[in-house]
C-alpha cells in the first residue's frame, strides 16, 4: 500500500505544479510548471545529472535530499537561475516561506524579466502575507504586500494597494488601542503617505497640544524674522552719498530748540543750559589741552556718527558736490566714513552745534583749514565744519 501511496502523491503534485496558472509580469495567465526542467547549457556532463537527480527527487516528495543535491549544484553553479528557482520550490513545498522566498529574489536578480520566477515569488509571498495576517504581524504583511506589487500586472497592483491600505488601518487601530505619542509618532514615520497619518498626527495634538503649538510657532513664525532682517540690511547698504540734511533756515525756529539741544549737548561740556562760546579765535580747540577722545566726537568706536533730532533737520536738494572744471585752484573735500553720515558743526569744535550732516563720499568744497578741522561749503550758501579725521583732502 505504501508504493501505491507514493505514487498517488507523486501524481497530485505533478498534477499541481504541472497544470498550475500562473500570471507573469502582465497579469496575463502563465500555464506551466513553476519548475525548470532542463539544465543550464554549457555545463559538464556530471552537473547535468545532479540537475536531473535534484528535480526527481523533488518531484517525489523527497524535499530534504533535493534541497541538499540543489545547494551541491549551486556550490559549482551559483548563477544558475534555474536551480535557484527549483530549490525555491523545495523550500516552499517545505514550509520553509523564508529560504523560498531569497531563492526566488536570489533567482530574479540574475535573470529580472523571467515570468515564471515573477509568478513564484509573487505566490510564495502572498501564502506569507496570509499567515501574518492570522499571526497579526500587519507589519510584515505590509512589507511583503509591497514587494508583491512590481511583480503584479497593472490591474492587480490597485487591488494590492486596497489591500495595503486595509493591513494600515489594523495598524492604526492598535496604535488607537496603545494611545501613547510614540505608538503615533511611529506609525507615522513608516507610513508618512498612509491616509490614516494624518489622523495620527490629529490624536498627537490631542495627547500634546503644548508641543503642537510649539511646533507651528516655529515653523510661521522664524521665516517672516529672517526676511524682514535680510531686506533691512540690503536698503541700509544701497545708500546713495548724498548730502542728506541741513539745518533749516527759519531763525526763529533754531531758536526754539536751543534750549534743547543745550541740554543735550551740557553733560560734554560740563555745563548745565548754556552754549559755549568759541567766537575769539583764541578760544578754539587746543590739541594740547583737549582729550584726544574729545576730538572723536563726530563718530564713535563703532563708526556711528552722533545724531540730533529728525525735527531740527530738513533735506537739502541741491547738489554739495562742486563743477571741478570751474577753476583750477578749487580745494574739494572727500567724506571718508565707514557707513554713516559725518556731522556738521558751526565751529570748529566737537561740542559746538550740529548744523547738518554729509553721507559717505560726498565732494565739498574746501574754504579753509585748521590741524583738526576742515571748513567746507555744503550746501548753496551754507557752510560748516567737519572733522579731518573723517575726511580727505582729494587732489
Given at each position: 500500500?505504501?508504493?501505491?501511496?507514493?505514487?498517488?502523491?507523486?501524481?497530485?503534485?505533478?498534477?499541481?505544479?504541472?497544470?498550475?496558472?500562473?500570471?507573469?509580469?502582465?497579469?496575463?495567465?502563465?500555464?506551466?510548471?513553476?519548475?525548470?526542467?532542463e539544465?543550464?547549457?554549457?555545463i559538464?556532463?556530471?552537473?547535468?545529472?545532479l540537475?536531473?537527480?535534484?528535480?526527481?527527487?523533488?518531484?517525489?516528495?523527497?524535499?530534504?535530499?533535493?534541497?541538499?543535491?540543489?545547494?551541491?549544484?549551486?556550490?559549482?553553479?551559483?548563477?544558475?537561475?534555474?536551480?535557484?528557482?527549483?530549490?525555491?520550490?523545495?523550500?516552499?513545498?517545505?514550509?520553509?516561506?523564508?529560504?523560498?522566498?531569497?531563492?526566488?529574489?536570489?533567482?530574479?536578480?540574475?535573470?529580472?524579466?523571467?515570468?515564471?520566477?515573477?509568478?513564484?515569488?509573487?505566490?510564495?509571498?502572498?501564502?506569507?502575507?496570509?499567515?501574518?495576517?492570522?499571526?497579526?504581524?500587519?507589519?510584515?504583511?505590509?512589507?511583503?504586500?509591497?514587494?508583491?506589487?512590481?511583480?503584479?500586472?497593472?490591474?492587480?497592483?490597485?487591488?494590492?494597494?486596497?489591500e495595503?491600505?486595509?493591513?494600515q488601518?489594523?495598524?492604526?487601530?492598535?496604535?488607537?488601542?496603545?494611545n501613547?505619542?510614540?505608538?503615533?509618532?511611529?506609525?507615522?514615520?513608516?507610513?508618512?503617505?498612509?491616509?490614516?497619518?494624518?489622523?495620527a498626527?490629529?490624536?498627537?495634538?490631542?495627547?500634546?497640544p503644548?508641543a503642537?503649538?510649539?511646533?507651528?510657532?516655529?515653523?510661521?513664525?522664524?521665516?517672516?524674522?529672517?526676511?524682514?532682517?535680510k531686506?533691512?540690511?540690503?536698503?541700509?547698504?544701497?545708500?546713495?552719498?548724498?548730502?542728506?540734511?541741513?539745518?533749516?533756515?527759519?531763525?526763529s525756529?533754531?531758536?526754539?530748540?536751543?534750549?534743547?539741544?543745550?541740554?543735550e549737548?551740557?553733560?560734554?561740556?560740563?555745563?548745565?543750559?548754556?552754549e559755549?562760546?568759541m567766537?575769539?579765535?583764541?578760544?578754539?580747540?587746543?590739541?594740547?589741552?583737549?582729550?584726544?577722545?574729545?576730538?572723536?566726537?563726530?563718530?564713535?568706536?563703532?563708526?556711528?556718527?552722533?545724531?540730533?533730532?529728525?525735527?531740527?533737520?530738513?533735506?537739502?536738494?541741491?547738489?554739495?558736490?562742486?563743477?571741478?572744471?570751474?577753476?583750477?585752484?578749487?580745494?574739494?573735500?572727500?567724506?571718508?566714513?565707514?557707513?554713516?553720515?559725518?556731522?556738521?558743526?558751526?565751529?570748529?569744535?566737537?561740542?559746538?552745534?550740529?548744523?547738518?550732516?554729509?553721507?559717505?563720499?560726498a565732494?565739498?568744497?574746501l574754504?579753509?583749514?585748521?590741524?583738526?578741522?576742515?571748513?567746507?561749503?555744503?550746501a548753496?550758501?551754507?557752510?560748516?565744519?567737519i572733522?579731518?579725521k573723517?575726511?580727505?583732502?582729494?587732489?
Amino acid at each position: 500500500m505504501k508504493p501505491l501511496k507514493s505514487i498517488l502523491l507523486v501524481i497530485l503534485i505533478l498534477s499541481f505544479f504541472g497544470c498550475a496558472s500562473l500570471q507573469n509580469q502582465d497579469g496575463e495567465s502563465f500555464s506551466g510548471s513553476p519548475y525548470f526542467e532542463e539544465p543550464p547549457d554549457k555545463i559538464l556532463f556530471s552537473d547535468k545529472e545532479l540537475f536531473t537527480q535534484a528535480l526527481n527527487l523533488q518531484y517525489k516528495g523527497q524535499l530534504q535530499s533535493a534541497i541538499q543535491l540543489w545547494q551541491k549544484f549551486l556550490a559549482e553553479r551559483s548563477q544558475s537561475f534555474e536551480a535557484l528557482n527549483n530549490l525555491g520550490m523545495a523550500y516552499y513545498s517545505n514550509d520553509q516561506l523564508d529560504f523560498s522566498i531569497q531563492s526566488f529574489e536570489s533567482a530574479l536578480a540574475i535573470q529580472p524579466d523571467n515570468g515564471r520566477i515573477k509568478s513564484n515569488l509573487s505566490r510564495t509571498l502572498r501564502f506569507r502575507v496570509t499567515l501574518e495576517r492570522e499571526n497579526r504581524e500587519y507589519a510584515k504583511a505590509v512589507a511583503d504586500l509591497q514587494k508583491i506589487i512590481p511583480l503584479s500586472g497593472k490591474d492587480q497592483q490597485e487591488k494590492i494597494l486596497r489591500e495595503i491600505e486595509s493591513v494600515q488601518e489594523k495598524i492604526f487601530e492598535e496604535a488607537q488601542k496603545s494611545n501613547t505619542t510614540v505608538a503615533y509618532e511611529q506609525f507615522i514615520k513608516a507610513y508618512p503617505d498612509s491616509v490614516y497619518s494624518s489622523k495620527a498626527k490629529e490624536m498627537l495634538k490631542l495627547l500634546n497640544p503644548a508641543a503642537a503649538m510649539a511646533k507651528e510657532a516655529v515653523k510661521e513664525f522664524l521665516p517672516p524674522i529672517a526676511e524682514e532682517t535680510k531686506s533691512a540690511e540690503t536698503q541700509f547698504e544701497e545708500a546713495a552719498p548724498l548730502v542728506e540734511e541741513k539745518l533749516m533756515d527759519n531763525s526763529s525756529m533754531m531758536e526754539s530748540k536751543a534750549p534743547e539741544m543745550k541740554m543735550e549737548e551740557a553733560p560734554m561740556m560740563g555745563s548745565q543750559m548754556s552754549e559755549p562760546k568759541m567766537e575769539d579765535s583764541a578760544m578754539m580747540e587746543d590739541p594740547a589741552m583737549m582729550d584726544s577722545k574729545m576730538s572723536d566726537m563726530d563718530m564713535g568706536t563703532d563708526g556711528m556718527a552722533i545724531d540730533i533730532p529728525e525735527s531740527e533737520l530738513m533735506v537739502d536738494k541741491s547738489d554739495p558736490t562742486m563743477d571741478r572744471g570751474s577753476a583750477s585752484n578749487v580745494r574739494q573735500v572727500k567724506i571718508m566714513t565707514k557707513r554713516t553720515p559725518l556731522n556738521i558743526r558751526a565751529k570748529p569744535s566737537s561740542s559746538a552745534r550740529v548744523i547738518g550732516k554729509i553721507k559717505k563720499g560726498a565732494i565739498v568744497r574746501l574754504i579753509e583749514e585748521t590741524s583738526r578741522w576742515y571748513h567746507v561749503a555744503y550746501a548753496t550758501g551754507k557752510t560748516g565744519w567737519i572733522s579731518r579725521k573723517f575726511s580727505k583732502e582729494v587732489k
